[in-house]
């Protein structure tokens, strides 16, 4: 089993930035990249961004594209998601997963969340 912590989330106004990390305890065979998800109250959980490990391959949610950036530091097993140009609509909980490609699989193993919320 994996450990993931998230953290980074918090109150901002909208067109605000908040920087999320999401590090894992250890890197998992077979799981070579990492994605965040994020919840919205009454909504499922749905995809934001995801990146691989080695290669640094990015994919993203449409609904963020241009605003997020996804990158990582393979030193420290930590993955950040930078969150620009903000809108009240991304409020939500933030998690993190790790999946064999930026399409998945994902895995069972997920964070605890980082609650972002964004007012108008």
């Known amino acids: 089993q994996v450990h993931l912590v998230e953290s980074g989330g918090g109150l901002v106004q909208a067109g605000g930035s908040l920087r999320l990390s999401c590090t894992a305890s250890?890197?998992?065979?077979?799981?070579?990249?990492m994605g965040w998800f994020r919840q919205a109250p009454g909504k499922e959980r749905e995809f934001a961004a995801a990146?691989?490990?080695?290669?640094?391959?990015?994919r993203y949610a449409d609904s963020v594209k241009g605003r997020f950036t996804i990158s990582r530091d393979n030193a420290k097993n930590t993955v950040y998601l930078q969150m620009n140009s903000l809108k009240p609509e991304d409020t939500a909980v933030y998690y993190c997963?790790?999946?064999?490609?930026?399409?998945?699989?994902?895995?069972?193993?997920w964070g605890q969340g980082t609650q972002v919320t964004v007012s108008s």
């Open positions: 250890r890197r998992t065979s077979g799981r070579y990249a």
């Open positions: 997963t790790l999946g064999v490609t930026t399409t998945g699989p994902w895995g069972d193993d």
């Open positions: 990146i691989t490990w080695s290669t640094g391959i990015t």
